[in-house]
T-cell receptor, first 112, second 112 residues
Framework: EAQVTQNPRYLITVTGKKLTVTCSQN?????MSWYRQDPGLGLRQIYY???????DKGDVPEGYKVSRKEKRNFPLILESPSPNQTSLYFC???????????FGPGTRLTVL | KQEVTQIPAALSVPEGENLVLNCSFT??????LQWFRQDPGKGLTSLLL?????REQTSGRLNASLDKSSGRSTLYIAASQPGDSATYLC???????????FGAGTQVVVTP
């Protein structure tokens, strides 16, 4: 089954404790991206990747890092989480040249 | 900067009524417009995608129109059912890499 998976699905952590949210897709897509969703603001893009070793900032990249060492994986790293990073995070992937984007189930992160 | 607005933020209708959801965007230079459905605890599901050169798309009970010059799209859901209860998100694609700019969504409740 074609899908985008994220782990963990739920996470409660404390300020300053480094964490990684994993994202993996099994469709051999080149393009992957991360969004965060906050009430009243919709989804906003954090980072995106056009292919292995090629990444760029989205609209709200502050406080986040990403890497793309393998085509299927695109982890989101919070090196020193803060309460304002409490949000619902979505990973998405897309085959270059097509319009359909596939979204993961989301990761709900709470930073205390 | 592209801004996407969805009105109303919430909507409740009795089963059988037609649903009309509105989306507006400030910059007409878009690649396409998509409507997504979001269910609690699940990711986003793409419902309809309208290319910038198209005026409408239909899928079953769903019909979406696009008026690029006025920056508006409308999603019609005919003969609503309780299973249509969800949050509906509108998003425009703003670059060739597929970056999506989302509205904040309309939460729909269809009562039996």
């Amino acid at each position: 089954e074609a899908q985008v998976t994220q782990n963990p699905r739920y996470l409660i952590t404390v300020t300053g404790k480094k964490l990684t949210v994993t994202c993996s897709q099994n469709m051999n897509h080149e393009y992957m991206s991360w969004y965060r969703q906050d009430p009243g603001l919709g989804l906003r893009q954090i980072y995106y990747s056009m292919n292995v070793e090629v990444t760029d900032k989205g609209d709200v990249p502050e406080g986040y890092k990403v890497s793309r060492k393998e085509k299927r994986n695109f982890p989101l790293i919070l090196e020193s989480p803060s309460p304002n990073q409490t949000s619902l995070y979505f990973c998405a992937s897309r085959q270059t040249g097509t319009d359909t984007q596939y979204f993961g189930p989301g990761t709900r992160l709470t930073v205390l | 900067k592209q801004e996407v607005t969805q009105i109303p933020a919430a909507l409740s209708v009795p089963e059988g009524e037609n649903l009309v959801l509105n989306c507006s965007f400030t910059d007409s230079a878009i690649y396409n417009l998509q409507w997504f459905r979001q269910d609690p605890g699940k990711g986003l599901t793409s419902l309809l995608l309208i290319q910038s050169s198209q005026r409408e798309q239909t899928s079953g009970r769903l019909n979406a129109s696009l008026d690029k010059s006025s920056g508006r799209s409308t999603l019609y859901i005919a003969a609503s059912q309780p299973g249509d209860s969800a949050t509906y998100l509108c998003a425009v694609t703003t670059d060739s890499w597929g970056k999506l700019q989302f509205g904040a969504g309309t939460q729909v409740v269809v009562t039996p």
